[in-house]
C-alpha cells in the first residue's frame, strides 16, 4: 500500500490511494491540504509532548510518595487512593492528582438482591419509614439498558441499619461491586492575586487564542 511517503514530487495521493498532479488539483484544495498537514504535524507534537509529561510526572510522583513513605515514615500517604495535592513552597502552584474508579457489578448481585429481600420480608411491619424499603427497591430496578444504577448501589452501603439480614446484604453487596478501570488524572493551578487557585487547562478547547496582531500600517497602504 502506497503512503505519503511514496508520493513523487507535483503529486498529490487522494483519499482512494490514487496519484493526482498538483496541476489538476484546485488552489483551494491545496491550500486546505497544507493547512490541515500543517497543523496535524504540530498537534501530534504537542500530543507527544503531554504523553512524556504524564509519563514523567506519574513516576515522579510516585517516588515521592513512596519515599516519603519509607524515608520519612508519613502516615497520611499510607492509605490513599490515589487523591493527592503537591504545592510549590510559596504555594504559589499546586498539582492535583485524582484517581477515578469505574466501579462494575459481578454476579454476585443476586445474592445480595435476595438478602435484602430476605430483610425487607422480614422488617416490613416494624419499617417506621418505608424510605429503606423504597431505596432498595429502587437500587435493585435495572435501567433501560438493563444495568443497575452502581450510584444507588453504592447508596445502600452508606445505610447505617444494624439488623443482621441487612449487614448480612450489606456485605454480599460490598462483594458484588468491583473497581474494573482505574484513570489518574492530573491537574495543574495557579493561585491568582485574591488567593484563589485557577486551574491552568490543558484541554485544547478551554485555552484560549491569543488576540490577532495588529496589522502595521506600511501593511494596509501597501
Known sequence: MKTEHDTPPGWKMDGEGRLVKEANISEQHLEEDALVNQFMAQATAVHAAMQQ??????????AFIAKLVKEYGV??????KGNVDFFSFNRQYRISRRVQDTIKVNARIEAARQLFDQYINVVTQDLADDGVKVLINRAFKPAK??????????????????????????????DALETDTSCVYYNFYQRN??????????????????????????????
Do not use: M
Not at 509529561?53 to 510516585?62: G, I, V, Y
Not at 502516615?75 to 490513599?80: A, G, H, N, S, T
Not at 448501589?153 to 454480599?172: D, M, S, T
Open 53 to 62: 509529561l504524564k509519563t514523567a510526572l506519574t513516576q515522579t510522583s510516585d
Open 75 to 80: 502516615k497520611r500517604l499510607e492509605k490513599i
Open 145 to 174: 439498558t438493563n444495568e443497575f444504577s452502581v450510584s444507588k448501589l453504592v447508596q445502600l452501603l452508606n445505610v447505617e441499619i444494624n439488623h443482621p439480614l441487612f449487614r448480612q446484604a450489606v456485605e454480599a453487596l460490598r
Open 193 to 222: 492575586p485574591q488567593g484563589v487557585y485557577e486551574l491552568l487547562s490543558l484541554r485544547f478547547s478551554d485555552v484560549p487564542a491569543l488576540p490577532a496582531l495588529p496589522v502595521p500600517e506600511q501593511a494596509k497602504a501597501g
